[in-house]
């Protein structure tokens, strides 16, 4: 059974912070991670994949891979009361087809 | 352009009504998703398409029914549905099949009495 790990929260972060999203990861086979980003009564938005070990930024996010340790995080710089959502963490592992295997999401609170 | 449109934004339906939702894509993708989310819960898959051809049913009832008349469109068929299935639905797709990334929809808010 794949399970992808993370904290419900909410985490709160004064704005101007940094936040930090961790997820972890059952499946060692795992190769592809995504961060989506849900507004509350909408739909996930795709904000970072990675594939490979180590950080991918892009913006204010950074992403970043660890798969011996079967971890990856998001760190959003400079945080905005628009950056207040949930954020779901994905993994899929390829085998012939692929499956997105979702967490249960992180709210983040990003206060003025 | 990374769009997934979906139709309608909100429905409601009674126990016995049959609807149909709608979605559409124009970037070329040959797999497309019906994923359904309930509040506090991360999407959970329902079906995948695949070049029109469905290869994933993920033990759906078959009170929901899919159809992929071309590449560009899936549609969900509903009937007899239950109050518990009130959810938002969510469409996405991606290149193909082996290309993990999915672009989602804006969802359809279903509400059934």
């Known amino acids: 059974q794949k399970e992808v790990e993370q904290n419900s929260g909410p985490l709160s972060v004064p704005e101007g912070a940094i936040a930090s999203l961790n997820c972890t990861y059952s499946d060692r086979v795992s190769q592809s991670f995504f961060w989506y980003r849900q507004y509350s009564g909408k739909s996930p938005e795709l904000i970072m994949s990675i594939y490979s070990n180590g950080d991918k930024e892009d913006g204010r996010f950074t992403a970043q891979l660890n798969k011996a340790s079967q971890y990856v995080s998001l760190l959003i710089r400079d945080s905005q009361p628009s950056d207040s959502a949930t954020y779901l963490c994905a993994v899929t592992a390829f085998s012939g087809y692929s499956t997105l295997t979702f967490g249960k999401g992180t709210m983040l609170l990003v206060s003025p | ?113």
């Open chain 2, 1 to 113: 352009d990374t769009e997934v449109t979906q139709t309608p934004k909100h429905l409601v339906m009674g126990m016995t009504n049959k609807k149909s939702l709608k979605c559409e894509q124009h970037m070329g993708h040959r797999a497309m998703y019906w994923y359904k989310q309930k509040a506090k819960k991360p999407p959970e898959l329902m079906f995948v398409y695949s070049y029109e051809k469905l290869s994933i049913n993920e033990s759906v009832p078959s009170r929901f029914s899919p159809e992929c008349p071309n590449s560009s469109l899936l549609n969900l068929h509903l009937h007899a549905l239950q109050p518990e299935d009130s959810a938002l639905y969510l469409c996405a797709s991606s290149q193909d099949r082996s290309t993990d990334t999915q672009y989602f929809g804006p969802g359809t808010r279903l509400t059934v009495l």
